[in-house]
């Protein structure tokens, strides 16, 4: 069985601080993991994706997440937000053959000018 | 390169009506994944397609949803009869699997967004 908990529903940092968007996941196989991004009205769009190579992961917009398997988490980070970074985040859980894929419930980041 | 395509962008039934979503997937890719999204969860995966097959309908409600992508390139999701809590954005998603190396990144459709009163 497969699942993920997103730890927080709402992140709020002001622009020019630090991202850090929590996810944890469970899984009987050797998972790949993915962190998706949805602006209002738009389509689900991938950040970055790990699937058993690398443990640090760089994506696109200056996102990186770092697989841990000991704390079982797969982290989002951004050293620097952005206005445009405003958005829904979702982290994503499937078995490393592409089935199976769970989303998390969604954590939505808000940016203060 | 074109996008995943999904029609229609919006529909309104009663419940008890049935409904049909169409989706193109990207030229190519031979995995398609019909996702179901909810005012403010993320997506339930509904069924999984490789070529003209099912791999994964474990959480496909059965009794009022069918899907079908017979030529192994566009799909149909239908629900019949609609109920109130098939409210949702209907998302479809397409893959290519790079042999030895699972990328399996979805490429998402822009949805249908279903609401039944």
């Known amino acids: 069985a497969q699942s993920v908990t997103q730890l927080d529903s709402h992140v709020s940092v002001s622009e020019g601080t630090p991202v850090l968007l929590r996810c944890n996941y469970s899984?009987?196989?050797?998972?790949?993991l993915f962190w998706y991004v949805q602006h209002p009205n738009k389509g689900l769009q991938l950040l970055l994706k790990?699937?058993?190579?690398?443990?640090l992961v760089k994506g696109i917009n200056g996102f990186e997440a770092e697989f841990k398997k000991s704390e079982t988490s797969f982290h989002l980070t951004k050293p620097s937000a952005h206005m445009s970074d405003a958005a829904e985040y979702f982290c994503?859980?499937?078995?490393?053959?592409?089935?199976?894929?769970?989303f998390g419930t969604g954590t939505s980041l808000t940016v203060i000018p | 390169e074109a996008g995943v395509a999904q029609s229609p962008r919006y529909k309104i039934i009663e419940k008890r009506q049935s409904v049909a979503f169409w989706c193109n997937p990207i030229?190519?890719?031979?995995?398609l994944y019909w996702y179901q999204q909810i005012l403010g969860q993320g997506p339930k995966l509904l069924i999984q397609?490789?070529?003209?097959?099912?791999?994964?309908d474990s959480q496909l409600p059965k009794d009022r949803f069918s899907a079908e992508r017979l030529k192994g390139v566009d799909s149909t999701l239908k629900i019949q009869p609609a109920k109130l809590e098939d409210s949702a954005v209907y998302l479809c998603?397409?893959?290519?699997?790079?042999?030895?190396?699972?990328?399996?990144?979805?490429?998402f459709g822009p949805g249908t967004r279903l609401t039944v009163t």
């Open positions: 998603a397409s893959t290519i699997a790079r042999g030895g190396t699972y990328s399996y990144e979805q490429y």
């Open positions: 899984s009987s196989y050797s998972p790949s």
């Open positions: 790990y699937t058993s190579a690398a443990t």
């Open positions: 994503v859980v499937s078995k490393n053959t592409g089935n199976q894929f769970y």
């Open positions: 030229s190519g890719h031979a995995t």
């Open positions: 397609f490789q070529n003209n097959g099912v791999v994964d």
